[in-house]
């Protein structure tokens, strides 16, 4: 026997209580959890079953289910979890409270917000949200898509929300995380499990994103490791965050399905990108087209399905720089030509050289400076302007 | 009868290092048996039941005694068929048929035939070249190998047919007309560049190849004509000096591949083993005494690995000292043997796993994270060594972009042959820009591109190996300029070279 007993608890857990949530709640649910065969879940739907929230907040709903249903045993156990979110720097809330996102917690118990939620860095801000989610198995096609509309939306000041898997919710989080709007992470396992594990590593994309002042979500406790039904359950978080789902690429059974008909549960817009018809990785984006959903066949459809309380907030962000640097370029001019023609697709340098007429030399010289710059990328497929090299006005 | 020792010199090669090997032979009284002592192999060891058959089959006399041959230095294992000669004149000698003073002054090296015919052996050529080395004014050789023989110069080849012949030269009963050298030969003509339609990036490639020897990466999906490049790039490749051309022979001569009567190809070689390469074929390996492998015997010339990231990485990375160093050193319990390997590297490969990553007619159906693993085969050490890596499109869409009409492998040849003249002047005769000096390579640059040339690299992460490399490619732009200093301009081009495409999932 350790000894600890739910007052105990209670104090302990103070220091990772977020904002406005009540430690003698937290420290209940934890305890109740934490025993075998009870999910937090199920308590949801029991609380549908039963009354709802008979009118209370969600919080003290909560407590009065589990109060005398928790010992000092599964204050001990409970206790045994909280190093281990510490360390990772996490702050938990629960479902109402200020510190929880409101959009997740719309219409609650209805709809299926998660009862606590971890969140290391920031939690994701209350302004406007897109979801980009799609496949891990991604072509070179879906992963450059999902990049140009996380980087235009996040440098519109609309955040991005997504799995943090890798492939498409990778190239989204990427893309997004440097940008006003800025990125987070929903985790299919808790905080301290690490997967995947080239994200999770030192110097890895989650690492950038809680640098850049993004965060990192979970529902589950911190050594949940990701098991498929897991990881297909925080499909529905990453639906409750955003204003708008955009589904990339995903194969006929993809995860993205899931998080698309959670989407629609809660009545929010979907959005697919028309995918390469022979490519298996397009079932799920065309399926949902076939079914009625938007196309997304450019950023400015995915800003314009944001409601439009959002879009008049989204508006007040600043601006990116973008356009004030626009007409400086180290490339000679006919080599500029062509790659502002063809953005945001890449040409291959074999063309660019042919096209231009000047000498393979002087080409790869410029593109070299252009790259130290920052100006042009080079892809397995060729060369391509970093930026929109004519920003649409206004 | 003759009781005296007689002595014969022959050579033992360990790899191409020549080493004097005296075979000495004394009669004693006894059972007329054949004692051959100071470690044979096994075909040393037939050589006595090949000599004594030639011997009497030719009607000379073999000692109805106990003969005892010692081959010495006696702690070196001697191996090969080619001290059949020295030893049967070194027991003609110790019986008295022929004399001794002529036998102790001999060098001599080839096998015998049953009917007494003296035959060339594997690795004719770097034997004479050995003799030569050695000190020897004359070596009797067979006949077959004396126009092989006539090739090395300051030595005087005595072509013997038989064991009449050996013993009359012997007798100075033989006059030994001068040799004409075998002819070098151009060989086949070589395809010419003008053939490759588009592809400039590729065709700068190859030309910065050529005239600074810097290896090079090819990445295509398959059919966009890399095998085509590398046959163009072996054709750009100045004609072989004829030391060279003996050099090249000679190792050829002992792995092998060559035989005494082919002519001395002044064409630099040309080698694409196939991916299933062992590391012992690639390198050179084998049992005993190491032979040369692929590495060596493309010395000089372009070594073509056609799917570099199909052949194990194991095999890839014995292939990281020799590129550096230009020879291949393999060490054996026995002995450490080193062959020359100063090649012209060129890898191909494609993109991913499929083929078809940056292909705008195919979508590319691989993993990301398949096709990160199937980069990383080549370990970074080796990329690091390939200097130019030149993305290829497929042939169709090069050819739908008509292309600028090529220019011909003679005027590119010319280009080429300046820009070498130019590097062995400033360095030494014979040095390439890739294998030239770090210190003095940077005495020839200016400091506002040594300035870039660091700050590329701050942005691509790379060794200092590679700061001293991508110099090297930009002194090879500056020499095709006609450029005495390396501008940033050139160092801005031999950066455009390494920086790999961002991966896909970024």
Redesign the interface.
Request: hydrophobic letters at 35%.
């Given at each position: 026997m350790s000894g600890v007993t739910l007052r105990r608890l209670t104090r302990e857990v103070e220091e990772l209580a977020a904002r406005g949530t009540e430690p003698a709640v937290l420290a209940a649910l934890l305890a109740w959890t934490v025993r075998p065969r009870r999910t937090l879940e199920g308590l949801r739907r029991a609380l549908v079953a039963h009354r709802g929230t008979d009118g209370r907040p969600p919080a003290q709903a909560l407590l009065a289910a589990v109060r005398d249903h928790v010992d000092d045993s599964d204050a001990a156990a409970a206790s045994r979890l909280l190093p281990r979110w510490r360390a990772r720097g996490c702050r938990l809330s629960v479902v109402g409270d200020p510190g929880y996102p409101a959009r997740l917690a719309e219409a609650w118990p209805m709809t299926d917000g998660p009862v606590l939620l971890a969140a290391a860095g920031a939690g994701p801000p209350p302004g406007p949200t897109v979801a980009i989610v799609g496949a891990r198995n991604a072509s070179s096609y879906g992963t450059g898509i999902a990049a140009w509309l996380a980087e235009v939306a996040s440098a519109a000041g609309v955040h991005v929300v997504s799995g943090g898997a890798v492939g498409i919710d990778a190239a989204a989080h990427r893309a997004a995380l440097e940008g006003p709007g800025g990125t987070s992470v929903v985790l299919g396992c808790g905080h301290d499990v690490g997967y995947p594990r080239g994200h999770a590593g030192a110097g890895g994309l989650f690492e950038r994103i809680l640098v850049a002042g993004g965060g990192l979500l979970s529902e589950q406790l911190p050594a949940v490791p990701p098991k498929a039904g897991i990881v297909r359950a925080r499909n529905r978080i990453v639906a409750g965050l955003a204003d708008v789902v955009v589904v990339v690429e995903g194969g006929p059974r993809s995860g993205a399905l899931l998080t698309a008909g959670a989407a629609a549960e809660r009545g929010r817009p979907v959005l697919a990108v028309p995918g390469d018809i022979r490519v298996p990785g397009s079932a799920a984006p065309n399926r949902l087209l076939a079914e009625g959903v938007g196309a997304c066949t450019d950023p400015a459809d995915l800003l314009e399905a944001l409601p439009s309380d959002r879009v008049a907030a989204a508006a007040t962000v600043p601006q990116a720089p973008a356009g004030a640097s626009l007409p400086v370029t180290l490339l000679p001019s006919e080599v500029h030509r062509q790659l502002a023609r063809a953005w945001p697709r890449a040409v291959p340098g074999d063309v660019l050289i042919d096209r231009s007429g000047l000498p393979a030399g002087t080409v790869l010289a410029a593109l070299t400076r252009a790259q130290m710059a920052g100006e042009v990328v080079e892809r397995a497929d060729g060369f391509v302007l970093r930026r929109d090299p004519e920003p649409a006005a206004g | 009868m003759g009781r005296g020792l007689a002595v014969v010199r022959g050579i033992a090669l360990v790899g191409l290092r020549p080493l004097e090997v005296r075979v000495e032979a004394t009669c004693s009284p006894g059972l007329p048996v054949l004692k051959l002592v100071g470690l044979p192999d096994a075909a040393v060891r037939e050589a006595g039941e090949r000599v004594r058959t030639a011997i009497q089959r030719h009607g000379l006399r073999w000692p109805g005694e106990r003969v005892v041959v010692n081959l010495a230095p006696a702690d070196l294992p001697k191996v090969g068929s080619s001290f059949d000669l020295p030893l049967a004149i070194a027991v003609l000698a110790a019986t008295g048929q022929v004399p001794m003073a002529a036998a102790s002054r001999t060098w001599a090296c080839g096998e015998l035939g049953l009917d007494g015919s003296v035959r060339a052996v594997t690795g004719q050529l770097p034997l004479v070249a050995g003799a030569r080395q050695l000190g020897a004014r004359e070596l009797l050789v067979p006949a077959g190998a004396a126009a092989e023989a006539a090739l090395v110069t300051g030595l005087t080849p005595v072509p013997v047919t038989d064991l009449t012949e050996v013993v009359a030269a012997l007798e100075g009963r033989r006059r030994v007309a001068p040799l004409e050298p075998v002819r070098p030969c151009p060989g086949p003509a070589a395809p010419d560049l003008a053939d490759v339609r588009?592809?400039?990036?590729?065709?700068?490639a190859v030309e910065l190849a050529a005239a600074g020897g810097h290896h090079l990466l090819l990445t295509g999906p398959p059919g966009c004509g890399k095998t085509m490049l590398a046959e163009r790039l072996h054709g750009l490749l100045p004609d072989l000096t004829t030391d060279e051309a003996i050099e090249v022979a000679a190792i050829h001569s002992l792995a092998g591949e060559r035989r005494p009567d082919d002519p001395l190809r002044i064409r630099p070689p040309l080698r694409a083993p196939h991916q299933v390469v062992s590391a012992a074929a690639l390198v050179g390996g084998g049992a005993g005494v190491p032979r040369p492998g692929e590495l060596s015997l493309a010395h000089r010339g372009v070594l073509v690995l056609d799917e570099l990231l199909e052949i194990p990485r194991a095999v890839l990375d014995a292939l990281r000292q020799p590129l550096e160093r230009g020879e291949v050193v393999l060490s054996r319990a026995r002995a450490r043997i080193s062959y020359p390997g100063a090649v012209l590297l060129v890898g191909a490969t494609n993109?991913?796993p499929c083929g078809h990553?940056?292909?705008?007619r195919r979508?590319?159906?691989c993993?990301?994270?398949r096709i990160e693993r199937y980069r990383a085969r080549l370990s970074g050490p080796l990329l690091d060594r390939l200097d130019l890596q030149v993305?290829?499109?497929p042939v169709a869409?090069?050819a739908l972009?008509d292309?600028?009409p090529g220019e011909a492998t003679a005027v590119v040849a010319a280009r080429v042959a300046a820009a070498r003249t130019a590097a062995a002047e400033r360095w030494e005769p014979g040095r390439l820009n890739r294998d030239a000096d770090a210190a003095l390579l940077r005495r020839t640059t200016t400091r506002p591109a040594l300035a870039r040339l660091a700050?590329?690299l701050t942005?691509l992460g790379a060794s200092a190996r590679a700061f001293d490399r991508m110099l090297r490619v930009a002194r090879t732009?500056a020499d095709l300029e006609g450029r005495e200093v390396v501008g940033p301009?050139?160092v801005?081009?031999a950066?455009?070279?390494r920086?790999?495409?961002?991966p896909?999932?970024?």
């Open positions: - | 588009g592809q400039p990036l590729a065709r700068r993109p991913c990553l940056g292909d705008p979508a590319c159906t993993r990301p994270d993305p290829l499109q869409r090069a972009v292309g600028s700050a590329a942005g732009i301009g050139h801005d081009e950066v455009a070279y920086l790999p495409p961002v896909v999932s970024a």
